[in-house]
């Protein structure tokens, strides 16, 4: 992330590392005080209501749902388009992997308020935003509002829907790339130099959207 040396991309790094550790460290804090109350260490058959508490909430920190959002549009912001590309697929597969590992001893109420509160949020925000990182942040959002909310009814339907928009995300963000758009206002100019290209992205962005 902190690869050009820019202020900004600098401050998106020591933010993202800062929510990551936290996060991490809220895990295996949950999985201890699990261990302390039932002594089990296993955190796929978490017993304890304050353990499951604190482990869904790490990994909607880790997600980056809403509440816990605030670091991943500035991160998004901060960072080249490819390094977006990757926090925006890769990187959400492995606390993606634990909440597909972990969904029978998540807290539901929690889980389920905290994916009906992103997909509002990230519809919503999403909609006066002029740079396209920020949107395609909340467009991520959003979507793993719609991955936590199945989740503890149908797991396998989640990770469908999370290879299909890493599929769909990773076309947008190679397409931004190779036209060099990072504004609405370049993407409005950007049509005339490659008219396919762009056709590709709006039916991609169109099929993002769900239609």
Partial sequence: ISKSHHPRAVEAATKYFLTQAAASALVLFSSMTNAWQTGQWDITQLTHPTSCLILTSALAIKLGLVPFHFWFPEVLQGSPLTTGLLLSTIMKLPPIALLYMTSP???????????????????????????????????????????????????????????????????????????????LSTLMTAWTKTPPLNAMLLLTLLSLAGL
Avoid at 116 to 127: H, Q, R, V, Y
Avoid at 152 to 180: E, G, I, Q, R, W
């Fill in 105 to 183: 001893s998540l807290n539901p109420t929690l889980l389920t308020t905290l994916a009906i509160l992103s997909t509002a949020l990230g519809g919503w925000m999403g909609l006066n935003q002029t740079q396209i990182r920020k949107i395609l942040a909340f467009s991520s959002i959003s979507h793993l509002g719609w991955m936590a909310i199945i989740i503890a009814y149908s797991p396998k339907l989640t990770l469908l829907n999370f290879y299909l928009y890493a599929v769909m995300t990773t076309t947008v963000f190679l397409t931004l790339n190779t036209t060099k758009t990072l504004k």
